[in-house]
């Protein structure tokens, strides 16, 4: 079964400063995609940037770029020149794109990391 | 303004009351989820409709009964609950079926925050 690990409950970053939040994922599929997703204290989850595991380059979305190895299993986001609206909790998600059976739908979640912006 | 609309955004229950939540979407997929979001724990799937068929069920308990009349609309009837239930409940929609490695996020609503009394 497919698992995401976020192993930071917390982060804080100055503002207008380069922010890294961790993730790492376990899963033998060969195919799968990565999302990270932010989710204000309004409770919207709000779809950042994506990532497919046979990407050849990383994913760059505006100030969101996706640090991809494959090999280490890990799809940290590094968010550059953080804003106060960047504060939120964010979550990594992975979902396998085997053809066949329900797994297309799922959408595997990490517990989250909550990042605070200080000014 | 959201493409996934959930309704009502608070509720207050007591465990013998029956509700519904409504999730509409305006984004022309015709897939949509219910997830439950608890304190300090990951999001967990309960339900997935594609085409208006319910092709997921996480072993959720029979007291939520999920509905999908079109592929705009997802209820999600509650009887019963336990204080347990208590939750943000999220709904999601996106492209049917998601095969293949194209990029297909699912696109959240603001959620309904369920208090069981």
């Known amino acids: 079964a497919q698992k995401i690990t976020q192993t930071q409950p917390g982060m804080f970053v100055q503002e207008k400063e380069a922010v890294t939040l961790d993730c790492t994922y376990d899963t033998s599929d060969p195919s799968y995609g990565l999302f990270w997703y932010k989710q204000p204290s309004s409770g919207e989850m709000i779809f950042l940037i994506y990532q497919g595991s046979y990407d050849q380059q990383n994913a760059t979305e505006g100030r969101y770029s996706l640090n991809f190895q494959k090999a280490r299993k890990s799809a940290n986001l590094v968010i550059s020149a953080s804003q106060l609206g960047d504060s939120a909790m964010y979550f990594c998600a992975m979902r396998l794109m085997t053809i066949s059976g329900g797994s297309n739908y799922k959408l595997t979640f990490g517990k989250g990391t909550l990042l605070t912006v200080n000014p | 303004e959201t493409g996934v609309t959930q309704t009502p955004r608070h509720l207050v229950m007591g465990m013998t009351n029956k509700k519904s939540l409504k999730c509409e979407q305006h984004l022309g997929h015709n897939a949509m989820y219910w997830y439950k979001q608890s304190a300090k724990k990951p999001l967990e799937l309960m339900f997935v409709y594609s085409l208006e068929e319910r092709v997921e069920n996480n072993s959720v308990p029979s007291r939520f009964s999920p509905e999908c009349p079109n592929s705009s609309h997802l209820f999600l009837h509650l009887h019963t609950l336990q204080p347990e239930d208590s939750a943000l409940y999220l709904c999601?929609?996106?492209?049917?079926?998601?095969?293949?490695?194209?990029?297909?996020?699912?696109?959240f609503g603001d959620g309904t925050r369920l208090s069981i009394l």
């Open positions: 999601a929609s996106s492209h049917s079926p998601p095969r293949g490695l194209r990029n297909q996020p699912q696109h």
